[in-house]
């Protein structure tokens, strides 16, 4: 089978600075895919190597079989990217932009599909304005269109939401699940964890230029045991039998690591016991984020997790 992405044994060295040490990443045809991690860990890195915008040091990287160096029309022309940047021609108008665009892929009677995207991602108000006049958000929709008016097979979106409202917010991931759903591989990296895990199956997460996760987030998040409840009790005085669980006690909360929901039970007849009144209750769940913190505050020396 084809994959929509595959890295082999990348590095990327600025100077110094070693930006991507050994990754390794496979990325099947028609997933939704997160890739994760802390600031400067090495996504724009990587996705800037994917789109053969920069140089690995060695290793080797594929969209849709073609080699991003040896192939790089064809790879290019799988893939569109949605740049974290906002960066533009101030003097075109939006279909204009997009026609351009179309004329880099040597794509010409593209007007069909460029009153689609227009029409998809609400920019049908603004297709005739020019581009230094729209907001930010509006430029980002713009960014969305451009990588996507050669139909690529596989869409990489390197923050497409950072500092968007919510509207375009839900607007974005509307379409781009239709694109998904119509075998698009997405490929997204944001700082919104759960954005990632409401939309992806699988992540990969990176620090420092290392794969520190790679799995599905359903494994991952199981792999967090137990849930915790957040207690606001009267008095603010957690029943002695009760202190081992104690997990923090912050702003009148107790959280509580409770493993089980059984142990719900126990833990309200502890201070039923010791007339304790619950004056709110909280169970919180494994999350994304909780395992994000986890292994990234576990991982100060990162090891490469084997795929
Ligand atoms: N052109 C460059 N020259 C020198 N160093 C660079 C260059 N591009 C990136 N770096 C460095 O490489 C590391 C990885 O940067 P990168 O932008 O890939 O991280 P990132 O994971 O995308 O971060 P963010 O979440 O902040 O966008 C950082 O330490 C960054 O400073």
Known sequence: MTLA????????????????????????????????????????????????LTLASSGSARVMGYDVVADYREARRMLGVVPQELVFDPFFTVRETLAIQSGYYGLKNNGS???EIIHHLDLTDKADANMRTLSGGMKRRVLVA?????KPPVIVLDEPTAGVDVELRQALWHFIKQLNRNGHTIVLTTHYLEEAEALCTRVAMLKQGNIVAFDSIKNLVNSISGCSVRLRLSPDTLPLPLQPLLSSHEDGYCILAIGEYSQLEN??????????????????????????????????NPQPVSR
């Open 5 to 52: 992405i595959e890295v082999k044994q990348m590095h990327k060295r600025f100077g110094a600075l070693q930006a991507l040490c050994g990754v390794d990443l496979e990325i099947g045809t028609g997933e939704f895919f997160a890739l994760l991690g802390p600031n400067g860990a090495g996504k724009t890195t990587l996705i800037n190597i994917i789109a053969g």
């Open 146 to 150: 451009q990588a996507l008016v050669h």
């Open 267 to 300: 833990v309200m007849a502890a201070l039923r016991m010791a007339d304790v009144q619950v004056l709110e209750m909280q169970v919180l769940q494994p999350d994304l984020e909780e395992v994000f913190v986890k292994i990234m505050g576990h991982t100060e």
């Open 113 to 115: 599909w460029i009153e």
